[in-house]
């Protein structure tokens, strides 16, 4: 794709997808990135790092439409990253993440609208599919929203599409950089449940589902990455012998809202989703309240027996996979390959 004399708007765009997205659009021809954040210490350190003028910084939360408005004018294409993301948080604050991930998206949708943005793509989670926690709600109730809008506006308004994937290796928060902390702290590794399974992507994998659902997403697609997976005690396995540590491993049962594996795709949506070779694409369910004039073949369809996507049925990878995996991660560029 093609981004010269374009400008882009990330919102979160201090957090890691703003990061991996800066160091690779900073190599094209663009005209402007614009990242919208609430966190000024981060956006600082961000100007300081890339030092590039096309890079601009605006001061808002998504909660707000008037704070944010003004980042919207003149801008191409729209990265919404901003979200609260972490799940025991948002079990004890719940309004506080729907103030955030469900209003402040929508806020998102009508900026994109009230100035024209060509294509906006939306960044969802694996906990949105069968949400049993806060988190996973409210993001359902943001791609329900962008969807349900998607479906109303005319040809010439703005491109609404998703992307969903699970957590992403080494990013903030994720368990890979809690593990490393604990083995330089020479603490034991704290496991919720050892047969816990979660997808292996990498950053560069997120940006790279993000990319392909902006080139190729029309109204309403939403788009999932096909991705091995493996189970948190092999992970923390793996981390253990790359770093040569011999620090335990205490076992402290699943926290709130956590899921034993991840969904990505749920069944009822299998029958609506394309297959590509490294993707998959879930188009939306356009029909309207008329359910009387449903053809027949639609009706079959939906009513046949689908599998949902997840980390316990996907490829599962073993500890000798998983290193090799690791050892791709910059988080793990000081442990030498062997």
Known sequence: ?????????????????????????????????????????????????????????????????NSIE?????????????ALKQVPSCEFFPIEAVKTNVLGSDNVIKACLKYHVKKAVFLSTDKAVYPINVMGMSKALMEKNVIAISQKLKKDET?????????????RGSVIPLFLNQIKQNKPLTITNPDMTRFMMSLD?????????????????????????????TLADAILEITHSNVKKNYIGTRHGEKLYETLISSEEMFRAVSYERFYKIVPDNRDLNYHLHSKESIAKSNLNYEAYTSHNTKRLNKEELKKLLLTLNIFKEFPKE
Do not use: W
């Open 1 to 65: 794709m093609d981004f010269s004399g374009k400008t882009i708007l990330i919102t979160g765009g201090t957090g890691s997808f703003g990061n991996a997205a800066c160091q690779k659009f900073l190599k094209t021809n663009i005209k402007e990135i614009r990242i919208l954040s609430r966190d000024e210490a981060k956006q600082d350190l961000m100007r300081t790092f890339y030092d590039d003028n096309r890079l601009k910084f605006y001061i808002g939360d998504v909660r707000d439409f």
């Open 70 to 82: 003004c980042a919207f004018k003149n801008v191409d294409y729209v990265f919404h990253a901003a």
């Open 159 to 171: 491109i609404l599409c998703l992307t969903r994937y699970g957590n992403v290796m080494g990013s």
């Open 205 to 233: 994998e997120a940006l790279d589902l993000v990319l392909y659902a902006f080139e190729y997403g029309e109204q309403g697609d939403l788009f999932v990455k096909k991705d091995p997976a493996a189970t948190i005690d």
